[in-house]
T-cell receptor
Framework: DTEVTQTPKHLVMGMTNKKSLKCEQH?????MYWYKQKAKKPPELMFV???????INESVPSRFSPECPNSSLLNLHLHALQPEDSALYLC?????????????FGPGTRLTVT | AQSVAQPEDQVNVAEGNPLTVKCTYS??????LFWYVQYPNRGLQFLLK??????LVKGSYGFEAEFNKSQTSFHLKKPSALVSDSALYFC?????????????????FGTGTRLLVSP
């Protein structure tokens, strides 16, 4: 199974709402990632978890809060977002974080902030 | 910092013709290079990678890429294009960042090239 799943597929939220994005993989991968992608642009790395520990935070605003409950799950908690946060949010995983391993991406969550 | 450049925003090719999507890199040390494809409203799919070894790398869906150290290039190729190959293609390179706990490696993506294959 080489699948990364993400829920929900679409999410519309107001600027005062709290919501969460979920990601799951069952490939035994030990590194998991959150990316933000604007239309027709490359993905921008937000967070990296390695062995369930936060390893990289790319200076992401605190209104985004990641969580890794176990080695298969990754959450992204959203609170007080801005309209410019509307984007496709991609989750990915890889066997390790050493850079030689390819990343497997989920289909993404299309987020719209109103 | 490591980087990759994709000089073409869009490549147009007729079905059945060979295709090339260009990528050049700038790295210190040995490059780890990747190609990904993204279909509309989908996540990225891994096509192939170069870590070491043969300069010609074969990947998924009939794609291949040639690593050229002297030209610092890693162009993606396919001998015969299909309409279903129409998508957004990203070249990427490994980069090192200083993480919260230790050094960590991440992918740096190019700006992407849209491939349009006409029937």
């Amino acid at each position: 199974d080489t699948e990364v799943t993400q829920t929900p597929k679409h999410l519309v939220m107001g600027m005062t709402n709290k919501k969460s994005l979920k990601c799951e993989q069952h490939m035994g991968h030990r590194a998991m990632y959150w990316y933000k992608q604007k239309a027709k642009k490359p993905p921008e790395l937000m967070f990296v978890y390695s062995y369930e520990k936060l390893s990289i935070n790319e200076s992401v605003p605190s209104r985004f809060s990641p969580e890794c409950p176990n080695s298969s799950l990754l959450n992204l908690h959203l609170h007080a977002l801005q309209p410019e946060d509307s984007a496709l949010y991609l989750c990915a995983s890889s066997q390790g974080g050493q850079g030689r391993y390819e990343q497997y991406f989920g289909p993404g969550t299309r987020l719209t902030v109103t | 910092a490591q980087s990759v450049a994709q000089p073409e925003d869009q490549v147009n090719v007729a079905e059945g013709n060979p295709l090339t999507v260009k990528c050049t890199y700038s790295v210190s040390g040995n490059p780890y290079l990747f190609w990904y494809v993204q279909y509309p409203n989908r996540g990225l799919q891994f096509l192939l990678k170069y870590i070491t070894g043969d300069n010609l790398v074969k990947g998924s869906y009939g794609f291949e890429a040639e690593f050229n150290k002297s030209q610092t290039s890693f162009h993606l190729k396919k001998p015969s294009a299909l309409v279903s190959d129409s998508a957004l293609y990203f070249c990427a390179v490994r980069d090192m960042v200083i993480g919260l706990n230790t050094g960590f490696q991440k992918l740096v993506f190019g700006t992407g090239t849209r491939l349009l294959v006409s029937p």
